[in-house]
């Protein structure tokens, strides 16, 4: 798995942005070294690519505060080839709180979840 990771002062900024960029970079990379590396994005892909012999690239996300609060945004990350998101990161989000929420200040501001992050 590969993470794009944007860090949490682009909330609210061009965290959609740097993530759009840190997927291009990974998907470069990929297409680089194919074929010993390969995209991934299911089980299907991952059984093919054991038997070709080849790694499986696999894209993540780091940090909810990467969709800028957009659910489109999250279906494009899908589209592109993204299996998993983090809900947080170390950074709050507008609908969950980080782990930092039990960090020593207890900074707790949702509570968990809001209603729009369940």
Not at 1 to 9: G, I, K, S, T
Not at 41 to 53: E, G, L, M, P, T
Not at 64 to 88: D, F, N
Request: charged share 20%.
């Amino acid at each position: 798995f590969w993470a794009a990771y944007v860090p949490c002062e682009a909330q609210h900024k061009d965290a959609v942005q740097i993530t759009l960029e840190q997927i291009d970079v990974i998907k470069r990379l990929t297409e680089r070294y194919s074929p010993h590396l390969t995209s991934c994005a299911s089980v299907f892909d991952i059984v093919q690519a054991h038997k070709n012999r080849q790694m499986c690239s696999l894209i993540g996300v780091e940090g909810g505060h990467s969709l800028g609060g957009s659910l489109g945004v999250l279906r494009i990350y899908y589209a592109l080839g993204v299996r998993y998101m983090t809900l947080t990161s170390t950074c709050h989000t507008p609908w969950a709180d980080s782990s930092n929420a039990d960090a020593p200040k207890y900074d707790v501001r949702h509570g968990g979840l809001t209603a729009y992050g369940k």
